[in-house]
């Protein structure tokens, strides 16, 4: 016989709870959570359940069944032994209150199924007794698959619904509209945007494949996508056609995007509910401004959540085929920049060349000579191995592996290009005449 499902609004109901044991503890927690007024009848009782008494969140009487006990109760479970649970039921059933006796599928009206608790989503598995191993499958399987983030999603999805059936919407557009918000995923745990929602993504050194799964999940329901010039045309193209998409490049432009622009374009996006991916090559995090867009994303009070990517010195070590750090040469790697903020002290040549270890260079451009100045000058050895590589990832990538006395003699690589300093396997066998033009994809370590 097929049971019929239903979810129950027991709030304020009576439930009656025969045993006080832990099975009938873990039903007890379940009632009261659902609001309803649970009365437990045994003669002893576990200390959470004797504690809950003492705070009268449930009445407890310390004594056997009486039939009586099941006046006016909505539901009775009976979490003792099968014969003291049959009696129960037996009266239940003459009262017309719906029983379960634990774990005795004959002596029960009803059955608890394994659930999938999101808050207001609950997502509940019946196997119909045959196979509660089955149920409990079932059930992790769709936790990982609805994480704690929907309990907070699934409120949101209510209100944006009661807010359309408030507002003047035409009913079909609305039916679209929710059908399209309910086919998103929920940001991450614990964000509850209270308008839209800005999306901080590092998409890698250039090749789409480097970009992360969530980085393409999030791209695949973004309303704005700001990107910066890094951008290659293979991801742009991943953006879903429905978004806008805005370059914010502060280089390629015919006119310069100032940092308080993109900072104030983020947000106003945001607060008029849309979601905002902004979109960086590598990490996002990594010269990157971030940290600016992060203090105008708090100051206006939106939600935001950093997906990391694929810095490029991990891009251009792939590319060179190298370890950026290598126990045998030390044990630092630095991340520096050849730029820097105007009024910022220049970085401590001396201290890098000290530090032993090696150094990735964002944004040398055109400054390699200067640079191989300062770090001779802060004691670096001339014959320090180091890698140019322009364009990693990036189907034109290219590698050359020369020294620092040699940096200088570079010729120009098209940006962007990364620098590393120190790296194992930089240099091969005859430094004196290493400067070479390496193609991507060529083993030579
Ligand atoms: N946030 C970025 C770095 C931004 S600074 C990241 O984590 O990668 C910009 C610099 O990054 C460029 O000047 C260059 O030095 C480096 N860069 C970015 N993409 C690169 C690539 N595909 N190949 C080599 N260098 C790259």
């Keep these: 016989m097929k049971l019929f499902p239903i979810f129950m609004k027991l709030a304020g109901r009576r439930v009656l709870v025969v045993g006080a044991g832990p099975v009938a503890e873990s039903k007890i927690g379940g009632l009261l959570a659902a609001g309803a007024a649970v009365t437990v009848v045994a003669p002893s009782a576990t200390d959470a359940v004797r504690e809950w008494a003492s705070a009268n969140t449930l009445e407890w009487h310390s004594r056997?069944?009486?039939?009586?006990?099941?006046?006016?109760?909505?539901?009775?479970?009976?979490?003792?032994?099968?014969?003291?649970?049959?009696?129960v039921f037996e009266e239940s059933r003459r009262r017309g209150v719906l029983c379960n006796s634990v774990d005795d599928p004959g002596n029960?009206?009803?059955?608890?199924?394994?659930?999938?608790?999101?808050g207001d989503l609950q997502i509940a598995i019946s196997t119909a007794g045959h196979s509660p191993a089955l149920a409990q499958r079932l059930r992790k399987e769709l936790e990982q698959r609805f994480g704690p983030e929907y309990a907070a999603w699934i409120r949101q999805l209510g209100e944006a619904r009661r807010e359309m059936f408030a507002s003047e919407m035409d009913p079909g557009a609305r039916r679209e509209r929710l059908h399209e918000i309910a086919a998103g995923t929920p940001p991450n745990a614990g964000v509850v945007p209270s308008s839209g929602m800005v999306y901080l993504i590092g998409a890698g050194p250039g090749d789409p494949e480097l970009l992360t799964l969530k980085a393409?999940?999030?791209?695949?329901?973004?309303?704005?996508?700001l990107?910066?010039?890094?951008?290659?045309?293979e991801i742009l193209e991943l953006i879903p056609s429905t978004a806008r998409v805005e370059s914010v490049g502060k280089r390629h432009n015919d006119r310069q995007v100032t940092q308080q622009e993109i900072n104030q374009r983020m947000c106003a996006y945001a607060h008029s509910g849309k979601t905002v991916i902004r979109l960086k090559g590598g990490d996002g995090a990594i010269f990157g401004r971030a940290g600016e867009e992060i203090d105008a994303l708090r100051a206006a009070g939106i939600s935001f959540s950093i997906?990391?990517?694929?810095?490029?010195?991990?891009?251009?070590?792939?590319?060179?085929g190298v370890s950026l750090t290598d126990r045998r040469l030390g044990s630092a790697l630095v991340f520096l920049t050849a730029q820097r903020c105007k009024g910022n002290p220049p970085p401590n040549w001396k201290a890098l060349a000290e530090l032993g270890g090696a150094a990735a260079i964002y944004m040398p451009g055109g400054h390699e000579a200067h640079l191989a100045e300062e770090l001779m000058a802060?004691?670096?050895?001339?014959?320090?191995?180091?890698?140019?590589v322009s364009r990693a990832t990036r189907p034109d990538e290219r590698v050359i592996r020369t020294t620092v006395g040699k940096l200088a003699d570079l010729p120009k690589l098209p940006a962007p290009a990364l620098l590393l300093i120190g790296v194992l396997?930089?240099?091969?066998?005859?430094?004196?005449?290493s400067i070479k033009l390496i193609k991507s994809k060529t083993k030579f370590i």
């Design 64 to 87: 056997e069944f009486r039939p009586d006990d099941l006046d006016g109760a909505a539901l009775a479970i009976a979490a003792v032994p099968a014969s003291a649970a049959k009696a």
């Design 108 to 118: 029960c009206d009803f059955y608890y199924p394994a659930v999938v608790d999101r």
């Design 216 to 225: 393409l999940r999030i791209l695949g329901h973004s309303d704005v996508v």
């Design 227 to 233: 990107h910066d010039d890094l951008l290659t045309p």
């Design 307 to 320: 997906v990391p990517g694929v810095t490029a010195a991990s891009g251009a070590a792939a590319a060179a």
């Design 378 to 388: 802060g004691g670096l050895d001339r014959q320090t191995a180091c890698i140019v």
């Design 425 to 433: 396997g930089a240099v091969e066998t005859d430094p004196g005449t």
